[in-house]
Nanobody
């Protein structure tokens, strides 16, 4: 499974960004996909995840602001991020779970105050 993430960038506080993660390869083996983030000096943390059945899970810090969704026809998962805060600044990583765990390259999100 290969994951290609895109959509990061610089945005002012209160703004929005949408991240995309396109999966290719043995996608039939994927049970769930999600987004993690890692801020400087901090551990990588789960931001949001969505299962093959459509169940979603969010970190408390992003509930009500971020929405994870997927387009099965495009094998793509999205993370819509609204009301961004400076503390959302991090490198965001796409993840897929199947027979193994797979990671995409990180995409940097910077939120200025």
């Amino acid at each position: 499974v290969q994951l290609q993430a895109s959509g990061g960038g610089l945005v002012q506080a209160g703004g929005s960004l949408r991240l995309s993660c396109a999966a290719s390869g043995s996608i039939f083996s994927i049970n769930a996909m999600g987004w993690y983030r890692q801020a400087p000096g901090k551990q990588r943390e789960l931001v949001a995840a969505i299962t093959s059945g459509g169940s979603t899970n969010y970190a408390d810090s992003v509930k009500g602001r971020f929405t994870i969704s997927r387009d099965n026809a495009k094998n793509t998962v999205y993370l819509q991020m609204n009301s961004l805060k400076p503390e959302d600044t991090a490198v965001y990583y796409c993840n897929a779970e199947g027979q193994h765990g797979y990671w995409g390259q990180g995409t940097l999100v910077t939120v200025s105050s």
